[in-house]
Each structure stands twice: as C-alpha cells, then as structure tokens.
C-alpha cells in the first residue's frame, strides 16, 4: 500500500451548478473516486446542496505538532426519502488507505510513510467527525467499495 500521489486530476463542470455550493468554475477532483462522486452528487435529485474541498477543518498534525488546515473532500446536504434534511462531510479515499498500515518483516521508507501518512489521515477524519458533530452532522469515509467499483470482486 504505498501512497503516492494522484496522476488522475481535473476539473468538473456540474450539470447542475445551482446545486454546487461555493464556485462552480474552480471544480478540482483528485482521484477517478472523487469524480465518480461528484457526478453523483450532481445528478442524484436526493442531493439538495454540495461543495467539494469548500469546508476547511482545522487539525493538530501528530507529525509536527502544529496546527494545520484539512479541506474536507466533500459537503453535501441530501434530503431523505421521508423528509429530513441531512448534512455531511465526506472524505473520498481507497479502501486500502482507511487500514492501518501492516507492519512488514523489514521496515523500508516505504512502510514508515504509510505509517506517518496514517497517523495524519486519522488526525484529520478525528477533526473532521468532531466539526461535524459540533454542527450535528455526521462525517463519512467512502471507498471505492462504497461507490459500486467492485462489483465483480470480494467485498
């Protein structure tokens, strides 16, 4: 599991700008995942409202032991099938990153920045479910499992 950065960059044009929150002309997705989403939240009438890296939380890093900014991936406010309004933050990420590392028998660079790089994930989901409870919202990890990319693989 090696974290490495993500070649799959662009930007979205919502066919639905008037549900985007924040500018619609500056849309950036990161990953295959993230886009997948954004075209759902686009076009699932369900989703009154949403924004993309426009909530910004604040977290202690455990690395530096400073203060920094985490722009969540996702906002939405979707309206369920009874009525209710509900809103989340939601971080798009790899299943394969929301698992702890797994310690190898030989500990190469490799491992120690998948260590440190879990270490500052769950630093910031840690900020961002307590900003969305402050709110009473909720805050979600989605995988590719949870995006319907594996349908022909083991769950």
Not at 46 to 52: F, N
Not at 96 to 122: D, G, H, L, M, Y
């Amino acid at each position: 599991m090696a974290y490495t950065k993500d070649t799959y960059k662009g930007r979205y044009t919502p066919k639905n700008p008037h549900k985007y929150r924040g500018d619609v002309t500056h849309i950036i997705y990161r990953s295959s995942y993230e886009v997948r989403f954004m075209k759902w939240c686009d076009f699932n009438e369900g989703v009154i409202e949403w924004g993309s890296e426009e909530i910004v939380v604040p977290y202690l890093s455990p690395l530096d032991n400073k203060i920094h900014r985490y722009f969540v991936d996702f906002f939405i406010k979707v309206k369920t099938k009874d009525g209710v309004i509900k809103k989340y933050l939601i971080e798009v990420k790899p299943f394969r990153f929301t698992q702890e590392p797994q310690v190898p028998s030989r500990k190469t660079k490799t491992f120690i920045n998948e260590v440190f790089q879990w270490a500052v994930n769950n630093a910031k989901w840690d900020a961002a479910r307590n900003a969305a409870t402050q709110y009473g919202w909720e805050f979600m990890l989605i995988t590719e499992k949870d995006l319907g990319l594996l349908q022909n693989r083991d769950k």
